[in-house]
Structure formats: structure tokens, C-alpha cells
């Protein structure tokens, strides 16, 4: 029952052997094919000599790959110490790790090349979108101090006009010295607050030209046909989007502010009191000094609010890289794990067919090992037995001698009797 058992295995082996050579030639050979397209995307040249580059490289592959799993297949199921498998694993394992170092990463980037560009592409555009988005709300920081300018502004206007109209601060009514002051703090706000909203429309302006950018570059990213021309295309609209975004960090007007603010305080002049009499002018000069305080509050809170506008951090110089396509496949390959899976089971796949025929052949010793000796030997083995029995008797010679005679004339057919040295002719078999 064993012995059928160990045949049905040997024939078996046997019967997928034309099978397994096969393939190996078409693992390999399509591992080579997608090689030769993930070469032919990072190499640079004229045509013919990328063609021809690319396909001396990817005949090597080829080869490479057929040649180290055919010795693998061939040698690794007969190696039975543990030792010799041991150093047969390493070496399957160093293999292996070159297949894939010279090949499987080439395959992936041909499987996913294109759209690992095209992930490169849609993360730059997410990228410069969160810069523009930056930008702008650093230059529109500036505008919330416009409420508080406006307020200034028209607190000293109506209190200009009260002065002048019904002197509710001197008691006297017309446009006299703090009329005139009340007038000049109006006015210094007025032009704040017009800088401010000179410096909203360029921001706006600007602001419109980055998103035309981007959705430019957004259907770059998802146009049909090849991504090469679409990444040319694409570079030219970063370099005019980096542009807009360095524009907008220079419009910002808190650096103007922030010296306006200073300049209320520290260059506040205030104008001789014009009074007809000495109380006249007294009451000029209270009032006078009230204004300054007031503005070097304004001018306090303004600068504090700059500051805080300054200290904003600024956006980063971001630099575009173009990648090739295998660069794009290293870098995003947490985004392409099906390709890679696919891209390192073809060069890899070999390997699971050494470990059947490792499995079989294994199963075949340790059958062959638990039978005995008469039901080991096979009827051609019992009638050479036979014939070397008759020539002994033939010719009187020692057992021994003629059966090392015939072992040296034809070792593929006559079997040693010894239980001992059996064994090492079932591995001559087995090859």
C-alpha cells in the first residue's frame, strides 16, 4: 500500500515536471515584460538607446529569475539535513531579496506607475491649496482691525464736529485748535482705513488668480490619456501658483499699520491753543491733553493687534519635485499595495512551487524509509539480485568484488543488497 503511495508520488513528480519548467518561462518571462516598462520610465536617452537598455536589462531579469528557481526546484527538495536546508533557505532568502531589489519594484511601478503620478499630482494640489488658504488669511488678517480704525475714526470726526457745532469740550463753539486736532486724528484714521480696503481688492485679486491655478491643476490630475505631458503642464502651473502665493504674503498691510500706529503716539504734534483769553486756552489744553491719551491708547492697541498679525507664522517656500513613475510607486506604495502584491507574487510565486516539490519529496522518503527491505526492492532490482547470485556461483568469486564490478559498470541499474548503503541509492533515484 506504501510502496503505491511512493509511486503514485514519483510519477506524480515526474508528470509536472514539463509543467513546472513551463512555468517558471512564463513567470519569468512576464516579470521580465513588466520590467522592461518600469525601465523604460526612468531611463533617459534617445529612444533607441533606452529601447535597447531596457531590453538587455529586462532579458537578464528574465533569465535571472528562471535560472535561480530552476536550481532551487532542482537541488533544494533533495537537501535533507538540517544544515543543508538551513543554508538552502538563506540563499532562497538572499535570492529572494535581489528579485525584488532588481525587479519587483519595476513591476509595480509599471502596474501603478500612472497612478502613483497621478496620487503625486492630487497631494501637491492639496498641498499648495492649504499654502494658498494660508496665505490669504494672512493677508486678510489685517482686515479685522478695520472696524476698530473705523470707530477711531469716526469718534474724532463727530467729536470735531460737537466741538465745533455746540463746543461740548472747550464750551466754546468754532474751528478752533482742538477742532483742528480732532480733524487731524480723523484723517489719519480715514487713510488707515483706506489702505485697509485698497489692500482687500489686490488681496481678492490675488486670492481669484491662485484658485484659477488650482482648478487647472485639479483637472490636470484627473484628465484622460498619458500624465507625462499633463505633469509638464502641471509644473508650469505650480511655478505661476507659487508666485501668486509669495504676492499675497507681501500684501499684507499690519507691517503699514504697525508704523501708523507708532507714528499716532510717538509723532502726535499738537497744535498751539488759539484762544482770545487764558481760560479760553486752558480749557484748549485739557482738552488737548485728553486727545493725546486717547490716541496713545488707539495707538496701543493697534500696535498690539499688528503685533499679534506679524507674529503669525509665514507660509513655508514649498518646492515642487517631479517624480518618474517608480518614484512615485516607492513613495506612495502604502497607497498601491494591490500592484506591489501582484508585482512581487509573480517573481515570488516560484518559490511555493520549490516548497511542494520539498513537501513531496519528503513524503516519499519517510514512506520508503518504513518499509521493510524485501518491500522496498523492485522486481527489475530482484532479477539483477538473481543474476549476480548466479555469476557468483558461476564463477566462484567473491560476492563482494562482483558486485562492486557491476555497481562501477552500470550504477544507475544495479542496487546494492546492503540495507546500509540502500538508502543512498533511493537518493540516486530521487534525481
Given at each position: 500500500?506504501?510502496?503505491?503511495?511512493?509511486?503514485?508520488?514519483?510519477?506524480?513528480?515526474?508528470?509536472?515536471?514539463?509543467?513546472?519548467?513551463?512555468?517558471?518561462?512564463?513567470?519569468?518571462?512576464?516579470?521580465?515584460?513588466?520590467?522592461?516598462?518600469?525601465?523604460?520610465?526612468?531611463?533617459?536617452?534617445?529612444?533607441?538607446?533606452?529601447?535597447?537598455?531596457?531590453?538587455?536589462?529586462?532579458?537578464?531579469?528574465?533569465?535571472?529569475?528562471?535560472?535561480?528557481?530552476?536550481?532551487?526546484?532542482?537541488?533544494?527538495?533533495?537537501?535533507?539535513?538540517?544544515?543543508?536546508?538551513?543554508?538552502?533557505?538563506?540563499?532562497?532568502?538572499?535570492?529572494?531579496?535581489?528579485?525584488?531589489?532588481?525587479?519587483?519594484?519595476?513591476?509595480?511601478?509599471?502596474?501603478?506607475?500612472?497612478?502613483?503620478?497621478?496620487?503625486?499630482?492630487?497631494?501637491?494640489?492639496?498641498?499648495?491649496?492649504?499654502?494658498?488658504?494660508?496665505?490669504?488669511?494672512?493677508?486678510?488678517?489685517?482686515?479685522?482691525?478695520?472696524?476698530?480704525?473705523?470707530?477711531?475714526?469716526?469718534?474724532?470726526?463727530?467729536?470735531?464736529?460737537?466741538?465745533?457745532?455746540?463746543?461740548?469740550?472747550?464750551?466754546?463753539?468754532?474751528?478752533?485748535?482742538?477742532?483742528?486736532?480732532?480733524?487731524?486724528?480723523?484723517?489719519?484714521?480715514?487713510?488707515?482705513?483706506?489702505?485697509?480696503?485698497?489692500?482687500?481688492?489686490?488681496?481678492?485679486?490675488?486670492?481669484?488668480?491662485?484658485?484659477?491655478?488650482?482648478?487647472?491643476?485639479?483637472?490636470?490630475?484627473?484628465?484622460?490619456?498619458?500624465?507625462?505631458?499633463?505633469?509638464?503642464?502641471?509644473?508650469?502651473?505650480?511655478?505661476?501658483?507659487?508666485?501668486?502665493?509669495?504676492?499675497?504674503?507681501q500684501t499684507s498691510i499690519a507691517p503699514s499699520i504697525r508704523r501708523a500706529a507708532d507714528d499716532l503716539s510717538l509723532g502726535f504734534i499738537a497744535?498751539?491753543?488759539?484762544?482770545?483769553?487764558?481760560?479760553?486756552?486752558?480749557?484748549?489744553?485739557?482738552?488737548?491733553?485728553?486727545?493725546?491719551?486717547?490716541?496713545?491708547?488707539?495707538?496701543?492697541?493697534?500696535?498690539?493687534?499688528?503685533?499679534?498679525?506679524?507674529?503669525?507664522?509665514?507660509?513655508?517656500?514649498?518646492?515642487?519635485?517631479?517624480?518618474?513613475?517608480?518614484?512615485?510607486?516607492?513613495?506612495?506604495?502604502?497607497?498601491?499595495?494591490?500592484?506591489?502584491?501582484?508585482?512581487?507574487?509573480?517573481?515570488?510565486?516560484?518559490?511555493?512551487?520549490?516548497?511542494?516539490?520539498?513537501?513531496?519529496?519528503?513524503?516519499?522518503?519517510?514512506?520508503?524509509?518504513?518499509?521493510?527491505?524485501?518491500?522496498?526492492?523492485?522486481?527489475?532490482?530482484?532479477?539483477?539480485?538473481?543474476?549476480?547470485?548466479?555469476?557468483?556461483?558461476?564463477?566462484?568469486?567473491?560476492?563482494?568484488?562482483?558486485?562492486?564490478?557491476?555497481?562501477?559498470?552500470?550504477?544507475?541499474?544495479?542496487?546494492?543488497?546492503?540495507?546500509?548503503?540502500?538508502?543512498?541509492?533511493?537518493?540516486?533515484?530521487?534525481?
Open positions: 500500500m506504501a510502496l503505491g503511495a511512493s509511486q503514485r508520488l514519483h510519477d506524480g513528480v515526474a508528470a509536472v515536471e514539463t509543467m513546472t519548467r513551463f512555468a517558471l518561462a512564463v513567470l519569468a518571462l512576464a516579470s521580465g515584460v513588466y520590467t522592461y516598462l518600469g525601465v523604460r520610465s526612468i531611463l533617459d536617452g534617445s529612444p533607441t538607446s533606452v529601447f535597447f537598455a531596457a531590453i538587455i536589462y529586462s532579458a537578464s531579469v528574465s533569465v535571472g529569475i528562471y535560472a535561480f528557481w530552476s536550481y532551487m526546484a532542482r537541488f533544494y527538495p533533495h537537501v535533507t539535513n538540517h544544515t543543508g536546508r538551513a543554508a538552502m533557505l538563506g540563499v532562497m532568502a538572499l535570492g529572494a531579496a535581489m528579485i525584488i531589489a532588481m525587479s519587483s519594484w519595476l513591476n509595480a511601478a509599471a502596474l501603478a506607475g500612472s497612478a502613483a503620478l497621478e496620487q503625486h499630482l492630487a497631494k501637491t494640489v492639496e498641498d499648495y491649496t492649504a499654502d494658498l488658504d494660508q496665505a490669504h488669511q494672512n493677508a486678510l488678517a489685517a482686515q479685522s482691525l478695520l472696524p476698530d480704525i473705523q470707530r477711531a475714526s469716526e469718534r474724532f470726526a463727530q467729536l470735531a464736529a460737537s466741538e465745533r457745532q455746540s463746543g461740548a469740550l472747550t464750551g466754546t463753539t468754532g474751528s478752533g485748535s482742538v477742532v483742528q486736532l480732532l480733524s487731524q486724528m480723523s484723517a489719519q484714521m480715514k487713510d488707515l482705513e483706506n489702505g485697509i480696503n485698497a489692500s482687500r481688492e489686490q488681496v481678492a485679486m490675488l486670492f481669484n488668480q491662485g484658485q484659477k491655478r488650482l482648478e487647472t491643476m485639479r483637472t490636470l490630475v484627473s484628465a484622460p490619456g498619458a500624465v507625462a505631458p499633463r505633469a509638464d503642464q502641471f509644473s508650469s502651473e505650480v511655478v505661476a501658483l507659487t508666485g501668486v502665493i509669495t504676492s499675497l504674503g497744535p498751539v491753543a488759539d484762544g482770545g483769553d487764558a481760560d479760553l486756552v486752558n480749557r484748549q489744553d485739557r482738552v488737548m491733553e485728553t486727545v493725546r491719551a486717547s490716541v496713545a491708547t488707539q495707538s496701543k492697541v493697534l500696535s498690539e493687534a499688528a503685533d499679534e498679525i506679524l507674529a503669525r507664522a509665514p507660509v513655508a517656500e514649498r518646492r515642487f519635485v517631479p517624480l518618474s513613475s517608480a518614484e512615485a510607486v516607492l513613495r506612495y506604495a502604502t497607497d498601491f499595495i494591490p500592484a506591489w502584491a501582484g508585482a512581487i507574487s509573480i517573481d515570488l510565486l516560484p518559490g511555493v512551487l520549490v516548497f511542494i516539490l520539498a513537501a513531496v519529496h519528503s513524503a516519499i522518503r519517510k514512506q520508503e524509509e518504513k518499509l521493510p527491505f524485501a518491500e522496498r526492492i523492485t522486481a527489475a532490482e530482484l532479477l539483477q539480485a538473481l543474476e549476480v547470485q548466479r555469476a557468483v556461483t558461476a564463477n566462484g568469486g567473491q560476492l563482494g568484488d562482483i558486485v562492486a564490478q557491476a555497481e562501477a559498470e552500470e550504477p544507475n541499474n544495479i542496487t546494492s543488497l546492503d540495507p546500509r548503503t540502500r538508502a543512498k541509492d533511493r537518493t540516486h533515484e530521487d534525481r
